[in-house]
T-cell receptor, first 114, second 112 residues
Framework: DGGITQSPKYLFRKEGQNVTLSCEQN?????MYWYRQDPGQGLRLIYY???????QKGDIAEGYSVSREKKESFPLTVTSAQKNPTAFYLC?????????????FGEGSRLTVL | GNSVTQMEGPVTLSEEAFLTINCTYT??????LFWYVQYPGEGLQLLLK?????DKGSNKGFEATYRKETTSFHLEKGSVQVSDSAVYFC???????????FGTGTLLAVQP
């Protein structure tokens, strides 16, 4: 089945450690996105990529990094510079070219800093 | 800048009750508007959308009408079911990009 796979589903990290969240899609979509979800704040865009080897900062990129070496993969690294990393992280993709506005989401990764 | 404002939840209803979740927006130009739904433990799914003024999006018994004069896109359903319990997000897209701006989400709890 086509879709977006995020892993791990749950992740625990000690302060000062970098962690990488995986996002893979087999929908042949050009665009991919990372959102952060916090209670009462909705979804906020961290980074997005419209095409391979290119990505742009979203609204809250500080303390995060991404790469887009392959069309189907868009990993997110939460670095030790991110002051409040405990959150639910959602990866999404879209065709990118038709600007339909429809995003397809993974099931999310919940990161907890101990 | 562009923004979306949703009514705060939780909204608690009995089964078969009428649902309205308010959503208003601020945007330059002519945005497209969306409702996404997030069931417990899952990612978001597109519920419905409208791309121009007076359009009505509909799906699974839910409806929303794009009202430019009131900058609103309220979600309605005539008779909710327990299975509709979820978080509902209003969102907008402005310009030639698929970047979406989301509201804060409204939790709907339907009791049998």
């Amino acid at each position: 089945d086509g879709g977006i796979t995020q892993s791990p589903k749950y992740l625990f990290r000690k302060e000062g450690q970098n962690v990488t969240l995986s996002c893979e899609q087999n929908l042949n979509h050009d665009a991919m996105y990372w959102y952060r979800q916090d209670p009462g704040q909705g979804l906020r865009l961290i980074y997005y990529s419209q095409i391979v080897n290119d990505f742009q900062k979203g609204d809250i990129a500080e303390g995060y990094s991404v790469s887009r070496e392959k069309k189907e993969s868009f990993p997110l690294t939460v670095t030790s510079a991110q002051k409040n990393p405990t959150a639910f992280y959602l990866c999404a993709s879209s065709t990118g070219q038709e600007y339909t506005g429809e995003l397809f989401f993974g099931e999310g990764s919940r990161l907890t800093v101990l | 800048g562009n923004s979306v404002t949703q009514m705060e939840g939780p909204v608690t209803l009995s089964e078969e009750a009428f649902l309205t979740i308010n959503c208003t927006y601020t945007a330059t130009g002519y945005p497209s508007l969306f409702w996404y739904v997030q069931y417990p433990g899952e990612g978001l799914q597109l519920l419905l959308k409208a791309t121009k003024a007076d359009d009505k999006g509909s799906n699974k018994g839910f409806e929303a009408t794009y009202r430019k004069e009131t900058t609103s896109f309220h979600l309605e359903k005539g008779s909710v079911q327990v299975s509709d319990s979820a978080v509902y997000f209003c969102a907008l897209r402005s310009g030639a990009t698929n970047k979406l701006i989301f509201g804060t989400g409204t939790l709907l709890a339907v009791q049998p």
